[in-house]
């Protein structure tokens, strides 16, 4: 990434800055109930990339943890003054963050590779012509970039710690 200034972030209260030091992997825009819920509004923009190339600048999201319908903990990470959620961790996996979109300065450079949990999708949001729209998931081998395939398998690798 040669603009590091599209990549910084933080939350509402400033407390909270971040910068991502490489460009998010893929990114969702996930239509599921529980995230509607959790924001507030009709669907999330996540950012998936390694927690390695997320630099806090400053400040110490504090981690909220949530039950799902898998069973696996889903972690949001927030700021301790104004609540604002800066970052998920599905399955508490500690490698892989999913950065809420929205929380970047320039968010709209990360604009959803994806939509999923369509199934959900509010009647009010037409989504643009041409864009991946999947009722519920997708298979990441046919959507994502070759590179972000190699970020992911390395990060598998190094979370078995081989
Ligand atoms: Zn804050
Ligand atoms: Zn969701």
Redesign the pocket.
């Known amino acids: 990434m040669s603009d590091q200034s599209a990549h910084a972030g933080g939350?509402?209260?400033?407390?909270?800055r971040y910068r991502l030091t490489e460009s998010p992997m893929f990114v969702h825009g996930c239509h599921c109930r529980d995230c509607q819920v959790q924001t507030g509004g009709p669907f999330a923009v996540n950012a998936l990339i390694e927690r390695s190339c997320v630099e806090l600048v400053s400040?110490k999201p504090v981690r909220v943890e949530l039950p799902t319908d898998s069973g696996q903990p889903h972690d949001i990470y927030r700021?301790p003054?104004?609540q604002?959620a800066v970052w998920s961790d599905y399955g508490r996996r500690e490698v892989l963050v999913f950065i809420r979109a929205m929380t970047l300065d320039a968010p709209e450079a990360c604009p959803p590779d994806v939509h999923i949990f369509t199934r959900s999708k509010m009647p009010f949001i037409d989504l643009p012509n041409g864009a991946k729209a999947f009722e519920v998931f997708y298979d990441m081998q046919a959507e994502w970039p070759a590179a972000s395939l190699a970020r992911y398998d390395a990060l598998k690798t190094r979370r078995l710690g081989v």
């Not at 939350?11 to 909270?16: E, K, Q, S, V, Y």
């Open positions: 939350c509402f209260c400033g407390a909270i400040g700021c003054e104004c604002t």
